[in-house]
């Protein structure tokens, strides 16, 4: 399974990095898809959500646009 979601996230299971929390949050503050994050970023959506959350960018209703 980790191989699988490493070919497909290449940063899937690593610890978000500085600056990869700092994209995150430009990414957001642009109006970005998850997507785009997704693609981005090399991050599942699940990790992205959880990044989200964690950075109190989303609330478990959706994203939130301010930030």
Not at 30 to 55: C, P, T, Y
Request: no cysteine; charged share 30%.
């Amino acid at each position: 399974r980790g191989t699988r979601a490493r070919a497909e996230h290449p940063n899937a299971g690593r610890p978000w990095s500085a600056g990869e929390e700092a994209e995150l949050r430009r990414l957001v503050a642009a109006g970005a898809s998850r997507r785009e994050m997704v693609a981005r970023l090399g991050r599942s959506g699940g990790a992205i959500r959880s990044a989200l959350l964690r950075l109190g960018l989303a609330e478990r209703g959706g994203f939130t646009r301010a930030g």
